[in-house]
């Protein structure tokens, strides 16, 4: 198992409302990612964190926004939920100049309802 | 961005060895070849990287030939516990961005016993 950790395991969530997911890196890592995993589809891209500043975004709207902390951790916010937004996210936690060598948490299964 | 193309599914037998085969055609110069495992309700975990010949870890061996437009990841003699999704990914493997890290939908290995 990696050192990477994610809050909560499971969530569901209404339509319309707001999520705060978390996610603790792996010790001495200082770039954290996110990623949404459909069901039966590859991880897709979010964002990425590094010195508590974004650093690169996918295709998502702004409505998915996030926070990086002194200690390296992160948070996934994500407002106005929307149905297609049930998936498991993942948070990565990597050296900022190796993010192909990735280490990701168990996830967090969000279901919106 | 190298695109790749794998086998959406693959079936083999405890104690065989199992090769997954990766295209990557338009693979650049700085780009290096990731292989990632992921079990159900898990995130992806790193097996494998190279650049070019041949790279062996606990794990599994990675085999690019000199033209680096496909790889091969070997995992030999498998067990039930390998059943799982593989991505094979390619990109600038020193670089800082997470977004230039695509995975696509996998290959999903099924192993029998």
């Known amino acids: 198992e990696t050192g990477v950790t994610q809050s909560p395991t499971h969530l569901i969530k209404t339509r319309g409302q707001q999520v705060t997911l978390r996610c603790s890196s792996q010790s001495g890592h200082n770039t954290v990612s996110w990623y949404q995993q459909a069901l039966g589809q590859g991880p897709q891209f979010i964002f990425q964190y590094y010195r508590e500043e974004e650093n690169g975004r996918g295709n998502f709207p702004p409505r998915f926004s996030g926070l990086q902390f002194p200690n390296y951790s992160s948070e996934l916010n994500v407002n106005a939920l929307e149905l297609d937004d049930s998936a498991l996210y993942l948070c990565a936690s990597s050296f900022r100049d190796r993010v192909d060598e990735q280490y990701f948490g168990p996830g967090t299964r969000l279901t919106v309802t | 961005l190298a695109k790749t193309t794998q086998p959406i599914s693959m079936d083999s037998y405890e104690g065989q060895e199992v090769n997954i085969t990766c295209s990557h055609n338009?693979?650049?110069?700085?780009?290096?070849i990731t292989w990632y495992q992921q079990f159900p309700s898990q995130g992806p975990r790193f097996i494998i990287q190279g650049y070019k010949t041949k790279v062996t870890n606990e794990v599994a061996s990675l085999f690019i030939p000199a033209d680096r437009k496909s790889s091969t990841l070997s995992l030999p003699r498998v067990s039930l516990s390998d059943t799982a999704v593989y991505y094979c990914?390619?990109?600038?493997?020193?670089?800082?961005?997470?977004?230039?890290?695509?995975f696509g939908s996998g290959t999903r290995l099924s192993i029998r016993p």
């Open positions: 338009n693979i650049a110069t700085n780009d290096y």
């Open positions: 990914l390619v990109g600038d493997s020193r670089g800082s961005s997470a977004s230039k890290i695509i």
